[in-house]
């Protein structure tokens, strides 16, 4: 869900669209920053379903004694040319509803246990037929020992409509060394930037407040806080914002885009996420 503030004269105006459109009270204000907060959601939560199923897949004892295994799923396969692929083929669809398809290949570059890396490439992946990945799209996770890892992404494209890069890191709480997935406990940090191609209209940010992920939660991310600015063209009626994952929701899938407008407002757009 997704909840916005508007400055003192527009306040009236939202009530009204809500009213009208439960589903999408943008209107035409505000519209262009939700629409920059909302790829922003899509791209991480891609990228973090990515991180997950290669952890999985590293660890899984399956597939290191006989190099294939299933995860959610998804048929994981090693060959000469790599280190793991997930085969995803006409289209899996998993527990969150999303349809993924194409292949994912990785590579290992050193020992991945051992401070080593893996690089994944897209073969023609499409997550709910939007195509993923782009011909200059990298996409690396590092171990940097002792459950700290670090996911690097650079011109990542989703659906030719926006391209996002980001560095993270990541930090095991628990785990990351036992079998069981429902005790996986980690925080996320890090900055990001992201570019509406149509548009050329620009967010970038930090995690102010650590994403908090708790596979126990059917939605991955129970809470952590973004904070982002922006920049473009003339739509544009503010210049920085926030998204907050709901910490106090419980377990829903929850997150709030708050716009500062440049007049000094605020706009608040609940919005729901998935896929993470």
Known sequence: MKKVVFNSLL????????????????????SAEAKLGEYYLEAESIVS??????????????FNASDSTAIWGIPVVATPASAMEFRFG?????NDGITRKGMIMVTENGDFNSNGSLT???????????KIGGPNTSMSISNSGNGTFGVSVTDFSVNDEFTYSGSKNITWNTGQSTST????????????????????????GNLTEALVYDRSCAYGVVS??????????????????????????????AAVITINTESGGKLVFPKTFNGF
């Not at 544009?236 to 709901?246: E, I, Q, R, T």
């Open 181 to 204: 997935e429902a005790d996986d406990n980690y925080n996320v940090g890090g900055s990001f930037s992201g570019t509406e191609s149509a548009t050329g209209n620009s967010i970038s």
């Open 90 to 94: 006409n289209g899996i669809t998993g």
């Open 120 to 130: 994944l490439n897209f073969q023609n992946f499409r997550v709910d037929d939007k």
């Open 224 to 253: 952590g806080l973004v904070d982002f600015t922006l920049a473009g063209d003339s739509t544009l009626v503010a210049n920085s914002g926030s998204v907050d994952f709901k910490k106090d929701d419980g377990c829903k899938n």
């Open 49 to 62: 379903y990515l991180y997950n199923i290669s952890d999985r897949a590293y660890n899984d004892s399956t």
């Open 11 to 30: 306040i009236a105006s939202l009530a009204a669209m809500v009213a009208c459109d439960e589903e999408d009270p943008l209107g035409t204000d505000g």
